[in-house]
């Protein structure tokens, strides 16, 4: 494995912009398409994508996607200038939500993002800091799903 | 289409997708979680989040419920995604029953119906 990824994709997602909403996911999932990863990959990459690119629509005020595609594995960092999350433990229980009015009229807001999130990466890792942003990384495994003892 | 008295928005291209099956919901992180590809999305919301969602999950087509006003940002997404978008006045029970009645299986969130189930679609 070199030291470069296959793919190196970066989209950059608008705070408000909610008609653009989920467009960098939809980018993605054909550049990933066109990248070879393979269709089930892809999917649950591109789901963990949408639900992030619509916390950092709804929540914060501008933001981030980088993606690198490498042979046995695709990672991802979304990273965004908000408010942050005040208590990552609670934001990530099914259910729990700050969204506003908006959010729900755009079919989201129902506390659902986060563990999506963490239901469709394999390894997810988040980092907070209230007033500054929030810091997504996932890594999603080619070639079938991993817990962590696989090497 | 025609079971549901649906208009096309954005027709569908050539060939025309096969729809496996129906998936119902308002939510869209629950079309992300369980709806599965080659599905027809029946919705209540009339906004492009739908259509981005069903091109993340490379469903069949969109339906619009209620009769609902769809606008120029959803039909422009539509056309950008490549996802066919119809509307239908018909209530969203109302087009889910002529639906399933019209043969077409539900398609999504297998852990709420089961192993056998989810093998159908």
Redesign the interface.
């Known amino acids: 494995m070199g030291d470069k990824p296959l793919a190196h994709l970066e989209y950059p997602v608008l705070g408000r912009a909610y008609?653009l909403?989920?467009?960098a996911?939809?980018s993605l999932?054909r550049a990933l398409l066109q990248a070879g990863v393979e269709?089930d990959v892809l999917?649950r990459v591109?789901?963990a994508c949408?639900?992030a690119e619509?916390n950092v629509v709804l929540h914060a005020r501008t933001g981030y996607m980088s993606v690198d595609v490498w042979p046995d594995r695709v990672e991802v960092c979304v990273t965004d200038h908000g408010p942050g999350i005040e208590d990552v433990e609670l934001a990530m229980q099914p259910g729990y939500s700050t969204a506003s009015e908006e959010a729900r009229?755009?079919?989201?807001g129902?506390g659902?993002?986060l563990p999506?999130i963490r239901?469709h990466a394999d390894e997810l890792a988040i980092e907070s800091k209230v007033g500054e942003g929030v810091r997504l990384v996932m890594t999603f495994w080619r070639g079938g799903r991993r817990d962590g003892s696989e090497q | 289409m025609e079971a549901v008295g649906a208009e096309a928005l954005v027709p569908a291209g050539e060939p025309d997708r096969l729809v496996t099956g129906c998936f119902a919901a308002?939510?869209?992180?629950?079309?992300?979680?369980f709806a599965q590809?080659g599905c027809l999305l029946i919705?209540g919301?009339a906004?492009?989040?739908?259509v981005?969602?069903a091109?993340?999950?490379?469903l069949a087509a969109v339906l619009v419920v209620g009769g609902k006003e769809v606008d120029h940002?959803m039909i422009e997404?539509a056309q950008e995604?490549g996802v066919p978008l119809y509307r239908t006045g018909l209530s969203k029970y109302e087009a889910c029953g002529v639906l399933m009645q019209a043969g077409y299986p539900p398609c999504g969130a297998p852990a709420l119906r089961g192993q056998e189930a989810a093998r159908g679609c």
């Open positions: 008609f909403g989920g467009r996911s939809t999932r269709e999917q591109c789901v949408y639900e619509m009229s755009l079919g989201f129902a659902m993002g999506n239901q | 308002d939510l869209m992180s629950d079309v992300l979680a590809p919705t919301l906004k492009d989040q739908a981005r969602s091109a993340i999950k490379n940002e997404a995604e």
